[in-house]
Each structure stands twice: as structure tokens, then as C-alpha cells.
């Protein structure tokens, strides 16, 4: 009896004890979060520690000991499609969704530019307590001030510097669990209770800084004294900037201390503002000054202190014009200046971990800067994407990086590049479709599909348009010239879909086939291409399909944004004025700006002009099923039957979602956009000249375009899409699992 009672009363101790335990779990969870992982970490003198710097490694405690640990990271974007970052539109299930497809490539850390809502660090934690050995480590990123900076052009400016204090405590805050962030535009707020703090791998602070902002800093805060931090400090030689970043790196570890962890720090820097020299760079800004992480020393941070840098391989310019980057070769004996820069970069850093957080190229038909070795921003298909982001990847790697950041995740059509913002008008309204002529919009791994991806192939097989419902999904076209059955024509948040049934077979050889569109008056009404047809009103824009390398989209002369911007505008190119004048009869060729013209005293020395060539339409399919699959099919032809797919841009559309086309007119500083009804769209049929002859073809009539009736819809104000695994993202799971 006396020991069943024994037994007892040793029962409720435990249960006492248990209950204490959970009591004081409660205690430390209203301070440091709810669901508080068990993650194995070491300890001394009361201060965490899951990862440290050692020399120019990283290292993570496992296992008892302090191990090499080698970044394997994926960038996160803040958004989908018809959202803007700051609407935070991304859901939990999606991120839940996105972190075990990014595990499967053998990634282990995700990297985010700034405070995200309270849902998605529940969605980490649990997620990684599901997944306890192969969990997914969080690089936490902190926005700056940055427009204010760029409009300011002075750091110290107490509304800045508070501002960024400010987003300091809320970061850390979020990623413990332990505030509330008051509502905001443009920010996440709410009631953070998840501590994803021991999942934390590194800090990330600030933003790309402006070259201009950074040097006015510099000259306005001259005498500013150096003053000790806490846990990190400039040293002597730092600059008034590089002070005031030493300044808020401490000011980051004090506030992460009261929770008794320490992360690595580290301070967002690129290719613009490192402390290199880059005799090669045309533009002065681009080489204007330094911000230099070996100016901050973190000595009283056992976490340690890293460099970080955004390293893409096709900008600054300098990248295929700065014969010093020459100097190394790579497998075939080809200049690397790629790895090159690296090397030269490593080098500089010595003694600390030094990583590549954004590096990537784009899967988009449009492209921005050239690039060497055909590493170009744009141009390439998504399996040219994973080729390119591997190569770059393993360069970062073999040249002693401590791990580097794919630029990223998923593709965000709210992004902008600086060749088509003039064209996209409202800009407000840019994340309502997808520019494929926009290469910022199309860098993820995961893509995000205009909504009819998967209900329109691109292949020469009309069945798919037949499963569409008339007048709801497609719409017939009149066909006033002979050889043409029907033609049928649809449209979704990135293309306008054409298909044609031919009376006889397309042969190539003997034939093009032609596409005009008009939105509104101007354009074309006579035309080489038009052979003998009279319109009564002229042609925008022209698609002729012939051979495959004479496949491609053209915009009359006087409409051609390219012209009117860079030839009237700012003189760089030739316009003859023959080519200004309404129904001129030329159509040009649809190009982008590359590279501007520059002498000097605006740079170092002359560059030329440089545009590409993006309306070359390629043949093949977009079928993902396919071997043959193409991400930048345009069209496909087969017997009688042709498909295919216009980016919305080459059509002279500013945002088909509220149907705004750029019009005729030049305000002088601006494009100036108007609404139209809609795309008349005429299909005709041109006989070769060695075939039929000389002389205007078959088809040599009058016709009305105005008569036609335009292809039209209902604006959308919610943007549909797809999402789907692009080959790229193939790619980089092997690269990811075979790396160390």
C-alpha cells in the first residue's frame, strides 16, 4: 500500500514538474514566440548560436560540432501576378506549396527582401518541423529607406534614419515572433506569434545603394567621427556612408541579443557601388564610389560578419568591354569575365565569407543589356535559363564563395526594365498583364503563365481552339481575301492568339502569309506588302509568315516606338522623315534598345548605339509535354493549319487589360496612350515573286479595314495565370545536389 502511494505521489511530482516546465514554455513563448522550434544550438555565456563565420566559410552547429556549411539559396519574391509587392498577395498555402518545391531542388536557405506577413513565418516553422533534418534555413532581409534615399541623397537625414531603425525592430521582431506591426500601406503588419529565429541563417540589410546618394552622403558628412558600436564599428578608413551602415548593423545585433541569438550580419551591396576599380566602365556612375564591407569589423559578434553581393554577368557594361576582366579563360579558352570579376572580388574580401545573393538571367523574350559569352539580360529559353544559372552557380562555388542566392523564385510581372517602361502605360497597371518584351518579369524558376498556357498549344493542331467556346473564349475573324477557310482569334494576359484554317497546305516556298492589325486611325494603307490591296485605312503593325527565318512582327515607320524615342527624341539613331510621315508604306522591324549612345563629357568614351532584334517570331511549340517544348514559340504551321501567339507590346498595346494603346501623338517628354475598341486583324496571302511572278499576287484588291469588325474584350482588373515548374528549375536541382 505504501508503495502504490509512493507511486502516486511520485506521479503527481512529475506532473507538477511537467507542469512547471510547461509553464515556464509559456513564459518564454510570450516573449519569444509560439511554436518555438527544437533546433540544436550551441551556447555560451546565455548567447544561441546556429551559424558563425569562420574565416572565409560559414559554419553551422550539428551534431556537437561546428561543421562547413555552403549556401544553397533561392530568392523569394513578395508577390503573383496582378499584385503589387506591397499588397503582399502571396497566400499561406502557397508558400507552404513553394517551400517544398524549393527544398526538392536541394536548396537550403530562402532569402527575403523584407518583413512578410505574420503567416508566412508560421508557414516556415511548420513546415520546417515536419521537415527537421533537410529544414530551410531563412535569410531576412531588411528594406531601406530607399526611395527616400534616392530622392534625398543624404543617409543621415533623421526621417531616414529612423525610418530604417524602425524597420530594424519590426524584422527582428517578425522573425521571432514576439510584436505586433500596426497596419501600414505597403508593409505587412499584424500579430507575429511564430519564432522562426533559430531558423534564421544571416541578416541581410538594406538595399542596391544609389552611386549618387552614396557619394553626396559621403561629401555632406565628411566629419562625422567614427563611433565604437557595441558589436560592430567602422574602422578608421570607413567613408560617412560606410559609418552610417556600421551604425545599423549594430544597432540589428543589439536588438537581436535581448532574444539571446546571434546571426550573421551582413549589408546588401552590387556590382556598382564594390570596392573595385573598373577601368573598362563607360559611365561614370557606375564606378563613382565604393561602399566596402572590409570598412566594418563586427569584433563583439560571435555570429561574425559576412559580404554580400547582387553579381550578374551582364551589367555594368563593363562586363564585355573591360579588357582586365580578359584574364582568365575558361574550359574552351574563351575569356571568363565573369569568373574573373569573382576572383578579383574574393580576393578583396580576404578573411571573411563573402556570397553571391542575386545572380541569374532571364527566360524572357525581350532582353536589356548584352552580356558576354551569350550570358545576355534576355533572349533565352527556359532551358537556356537553367544552362546559364548553373554555369554561374558552379562558377561562384569553385571560385571559394560561401554559397550564393538564385535571383529567384517566382517570376513578377509587376517588375519593370528600363528599355520598355516608356511603352507601359499606366504603369500602375503593369501587374495586370504579362510583357514578355519585359526581361525583369520572367526571372523565376517557377513560372507564371498568362491564363490560356494550358488551354491554346502553339503546335499547327486546331483541336485545342475547338474545346473553346465561341464568342466566351475566341472569337471568328472576317476573311474579305481568298484563301482562307476561317480564322480564329483569342487573347489572354499576354498574347493575342491567332489561328487559321488555308484552303491548301501553307508551303513556305511559295507563299507568306500575312497579319495586319490596326487599333486605330494611321499607319500603312499601301505597302510593298500589301502587294495590290487598297485599305482605306492604314496597318500598325504587320506579321508575315513565310520561311522560318523570315517569320516576324513589323510596325509601320511613323508608329515604330523605337524610332520616335530614340531617333526624334533623342537623336541617336537615324529616322528619315520620309519614315515620319503617315502611310509612308515602310514597315520596320520590331527592335529593342540594348545600349545607348554615349560620348563624352557624359562618359568615359564613346559608346554606340545598340538595339536587337525581338520580332523574329520563332517556330515550334509551347506544348511543356513536348520534347521539342519552347518557351519562346511564337507560331507553327502544319497542312492547312496555322497558329500563332503576339506579345500584347509588338501590337502597340501600353495595357491590354484597360485596352490602352500607345497612339500617334508625342507629348515631347512622354507616349500618350488612348483606349481602343479593339484589334481589326486582316489575314491575307502573298505569292512568292519566283513563283507567281511579278506582279501583286492573288489577293490584289480593295478593302475596307474599318468595315472589319475589331477583335475585341472586356478589361480585367484580375489578372488569371498559371503556375508551373519551369526546366529550369530541373536544372538547378542538379546543380544544387551535387554541389559540397
Known amino acids: 500500500m505504501k508503495k502504490r502511494r509512493s507511486l502516486v505521489w511520485t506521479g503527481m511530482l512529475i506532473v507538477l514538474v511537467v507542469a512547471a516546465g510547461l509553464g515556464a514554455a509559456a513564459f518564454m513563448n510570450s516573449r519569444y514566440g509560439w511554436m518555438t522550434p527544437a533546433v540544436e544550438r550551441f551556447e555560451a555565456n546565455g548567447i544561441q548560436l546556429k551559424f558563425r563565420t569562420a574565416g572565409d566559410q560559414l559554419e ?84 531601406s529607406p530607399e526611395e527616400k534615399l534616392i530622392e534625398l541623397k ?54 542596391e545603394w544609389d552611386p549618387v546618394m552614396v557619394t553626396k552622403t559621403n561629401e555632406k558628412h565628411a566629419a562625422v567621427p567614427v563611433a565604437e558600436g557595441t558589436h560592430v564599428t567602422a574602422k578608421p578608413e570607413a567613408s560617412p556612408f560606410e559609418r552610417w551602415l556600421a551604425g545599423l548593423l549594430d544597432d540589428l545585433a543589439t536588438e537581436e541579443q535581448k532574444r539571446n541569438w546571434q546571426h550573421p550580419l551582413a549589408f546588401t551591396n552590387w556590382v556598382t557601388t564594390d570596392p573595385l576599380a573598373h577601368p573598362g566602365e563607360v559611365l561614370y556612375n557606375e564606378d563613382l564610389v565604393s561602399v566596402d564591407p572590409m570598412h566594418v569589423t563586427a569584433g563583439d559578434w560571435l555570429a561574425g560578419y ?121 504603369a500602375d497597371r503593369r501587374a495586370m498583364w504579362l510583357n514578355v518584351l519585359t526581361n525583369e518579369q520572367m526571372f523565376g524558376i517557377l513560372g507564371m503563365y498568362p491564363s490560356k498556357e494550358e488551354k491554346i498549344t502553339i503546335n499547327g493542331d486546331a483541336s485545342d481552339w475547338k474545346k473553346l ?8 475573324l472576317e476573311t474579305p481575301l481568298p484563301g482562307w477557310k476561317e ?85 541617336m539613331i537615324p529616322y528619315p522623315e520620309e519614315q515620319q510621315k503617315d502611310d509612308s508604306g515602310v514597315f520596320l522591324p520590331w527592335k529593342l534598345t540594348v545600349g545607348l549612345a554615349m560620348e563624352p563629357p557624359d562618359s568615359k568614351f564613346n559608346m554606340p548605339f545598340e538595339d536587337v532584334l525581338v520580332g523574329k517570331l520563332q517556330r515550334g511549340t509551347n506544348d511543356f509535354s513536348s520534347t521539342q517544348y519552347n518557351s519562346l514559340a511564337g507560331w507553327e504551321a502544319k497542312g492547312t493549319t496555322v497558329e500563332v501567339r503576339i506579345p500584347w507590346m509588338m501590337l502597340g498595346f501600353s495595357d491590354p487589360s484597360s485596352k490602352q494603346v500607345i497612339t500617334y501623338e508625342d507629348s515631347g517628354k512622354a507616349f500618350l496612350t488612348k483606349a481602343t475598341e479593339g484589334v481589326r486583324i486582316l489575314p491575307w496571302i502573298s505569292e512568292r515573286a519566283e513563283a507567281a511572278g511579278a506582279g501583286a499576287g492573288s489577293a490584289a484588291k480593295q478593302v475596307s479595314l474599318e468595315a472589319i469588325k475589331p477583335y475585341t474584350w472586356d478589361g480585367w482588373n484580375v489578372a488569371q495565370y498559371v503556375e508551373r515548374l519551369k526546366p529550369s528549375y530541373e536544372r538547378m536541382k542538379e546543380a544544387f545536389n551535387s554541389a559540397p
Open 154 to 207: 543624404d543617409a543621415y537625414l533623421p526621417e531616414i534614419k529612423e525610418a530604417f531603425e524602425e524597420e530594424i525592430v519590426h524584422a527582428v521582431g517578425a522573425v521571432y515572433g514576439d510584436t505586433t506591426i500596426p497596419p501600414k500601406p505597403g508593409k505587412a503588419s499584424g500579430k507575429y506569434k511564430a519564432n522562426a529565429g533559430p531558423y534564421v541563417i544571416g541578416w541581410h540589410l538594406g538595399t
Open 306 to 426: 559576412y559580404a554580400a553581393y547582387h553579381v550578374y554577368p551582364y551589367y555594368p557594361d563593363f562586363f564585355r568591354i573591360d579588357q582586365t576582366l580578359n584574364d582568365v579563360t575558361d574550359a574552351e579558352g574563351n575569356p571568363d569575365p565573369y569568373r574573373s570579376y569573382l576572383r578579383k572580388l574574393k580576393a578583396h574580401h580576404a578573411g571573411i565569407p563573402i556570397m553571391v545573393t542575386e545572380f541569374g538571367v532571364p527566360s524572357s523574350l525581350g532582353l536589356a543589356h548584352l552580356g558576354p559569352g551569350g550570358r545576355d539580360q534576355g533572349g533565352h529559353t527556359e532551358q537556356e535559363q537553367g544552362d546559364i544559372n548553373v554555369a554561374m552557380y558552379r562558377t561562384i562555388i569553385e571560385e571559394g564563395y560561401a554559397g550564393a542566392a538564385l535571383f529567384s523564385w517566382q517570376d513578377e510581372w509587376f517588375k519593370k526594365t528600363w528599355n520598355t517602361m516608356p511603352f507601359e502605360l499606366p
Open 60 to 143: 553551422r552547429y550539428e551534431n556537437g560540432e561546428w561543421k562547413p556549411f555552403l549556401v544553397k539559396g533561392i530568392d523569394l519574391g513578395a508577390t503573383v501576378p496582378g499584385h503589387d509587392p506591397g499588397e503582399l498577395a502571396v497566400t499561406k498555402e502557397q508558400y507552404t506549396r513553394w517551400f517544398g518545391q524549393i527544398a526538392a531542388t536541394g536548396a537550403n536557405t530562402i532569402r527575403v527582401y523584407t518583413i512578410l506577413p505574420p503567416y508566412f513565418y508560421e508557414a516556415l516553422v511548420a513546415f520546417n518541423r515536419k521537415h527537421a533534418d533537410t529544414p530551410l534555413y531563412l535569410m531576412q532581409g531588411i528594406w
Open 487 to 571: 480564322v480564329w482569334a483569342a487573347h489572354d494576359e499576354g498574347y493575342l492568339y491567332l489561328m487559321g484554317e488555308l484552303e491548301q497546305p501553307f508551303d513556305a516556298e511559295r507563299q507568306l502569309l500575312r497579319f495586319g492589325f490596326s487599333t486605330q486611325a494611321g499607319g500603312n494603307k499601301h505597302a510593298a506588302e500589301l502587294g495590290g490591296i487598297v485599305l482605306d485605312e492604314g496597318l500598325d503593325t504587320l506579321l508575315t509568315i513565310g520561311r522560318d527565318d523570315e517569320t516576324e512582327m513589323t510596325i509601320a515607320s511613323n508608329y515604330d516606338f523605337q524610332s520616335r524615342l530614340y531617333g526624334t527624341r533623342y537623336g
Open 469 to 476: 467556346k465561341k464568342g466566351k473564349d475566341k472569337f471568328r
